[in-house]
C-alpha cells in the first residue's frame, strides 16, 4: 500500500482558488468513487471535507468541491480564506487492502 | 452529540504490547463501522485497520499486519486496539474514527499518543 501522491505545498492569497492534486493508481483512486477529503489544522483531529469523490457534508462550506478524473482526484479551494490555512490529506478505499491515504498538502493563505 | 474518546497511550519499549481503547457516545455504536488512523510526529495520516459493524470483517494495513487487532464490544459501546511487538515505527497519535459510508469517517476522537522508545 503505498501513499497517494499530493504535492507537498500549495498556497494561495485571500480570494483565489487553489486545487489540491491526489494521484493514485488504478487499484485505488481510479478504482472507486470513494475518496474523501480531510482538513487538519495542527495538533487537532482530522476534518472531513468531501466524500464520494465530490459530495460535501453538511456544514462544509461550498468553496471547497472535489472531482476525479482517472487515477487522479483534487480538491479546489475557491475564494481562499484564511482559516483554511491547513493540513489537507486525501484518502481512497483500496479494496481488499483497505484504505489508503495521501501524503498531505499544506495550504498556506498568503 | 457524537463523541469518541481514546485511553490506552503511554511510553513503552519495543517489543511490548499495548491496548488502546475508544468509548462511543452519543450514537448507536453497534450500527456504524469504525476504524483506526494513526500519525507519527510532524508526518502524515496513516490508516491502520477498520472493523464491520458485527466485528466479523477486519482488515489492516500491511504494516501493522498480524501485529495488530481490532476488536469491538458493542454492548460497551468501545473499540480496541490491541498493538503487538512494538517498534519505533508504531510511535504516533491514534485516532478512532466512526464511518458513516464507505471510507467515510466523519467523527473522530481527540487521539491518544503511543512512544515506543528503549
Known amino acids: 500500500q503505498s501513499a497517494l501522491t499530493q504535492p507537498r505545498s500549495v498556497s494561495g492569497s485571500p480570494g483565489q482558488s487553489v486545487t489540491i492534486s491526489c494521484t493514485g493508481t488504478?487499484?485505488?483512486?481510479?478504482?472507486?468513487?470513494?475518496v474523501t477529503w480531510y482538513q487538519q489544522h495542527p495538533g487537532k483531529a482530522p476534518k472531513l471535507m468531501i466524500y464520494?469523490?465530490?459530495k460535501r457534508p453538511s456544514g462544509v462550506p461550498d468553496r471547497f468541491s472535489g472531482s476525479k478524473s482517472g487515477n487522479t482526484a483534487s480538491l479546489t479551494i475557491s475564494g481562499l480564506q484564511g482559516e483554511d490555512e491547513a493540513d489537507y490529506y486525501c484518502?481512497?478505499?483500496?479494496?481488499?487492502?483497505?484504505?489508503?491515504f495521501g501524503t498531505g498538502t499544506k495550504v498556506t493563505v498568503l | 452529540q457524537v463523541q469518541l474518546v481514546e485511553s490506552g497511550g503511554g511510553l513503552v519499549k519495543p517489543g511490548e504490547s499495548l491496548r488502546l481503547s475508544c468509548a462511543a457516545s452519543?450514537?448507536?455504536?453497534?450500527?456504524?463501522?469504525m476504524t483506526w488512523i494513526r500519525q507519527a510526529p510532524g508526518e502524515g495520516l496513516e490508516w491502520v485497520s477498520f472493523?464491520?459493524?458485527?466485528?466479523?470483517?477486519?482488515i489492516y494495513a500491511d504494516s501493522v499486519k498480524g501485529r495488530f487487532t481490532i476488536s469491538r464490544d458493542n454492548d460497551k459501546k468501545s473499540l480496541y486496539l490491541q498493538m503487538n511487538s512494538l517498534t519505533a515505527d508504531d510511535t504516533a497519535v491514534y485516532y478512532c474514527g466512526r464511518a458513516i459510508a464507505t471510507g467515510t469517517w466523519s467523527s473522530w476522537g481527540q487521539g491518544t499518543l503511543v512512544t515506543v522508545s528503549s
Open positions: 464520494d469523490v465530490d
Open positions: 484518502c481512497s478505499h483500496a479494496g481488499s487492502l483497505g484504505y489508503v
Open positions: 488504478s487499484t485505488d483512486v481510479g478504482a472507486y468513487k470513494y
Open positions: 452519543g450514537f448507536t455504536f453497534r450500527d456504524y463501522y
Open positions: 472493523i464491520s459493524t458485527s466485528g466479523n470483517d477486519k
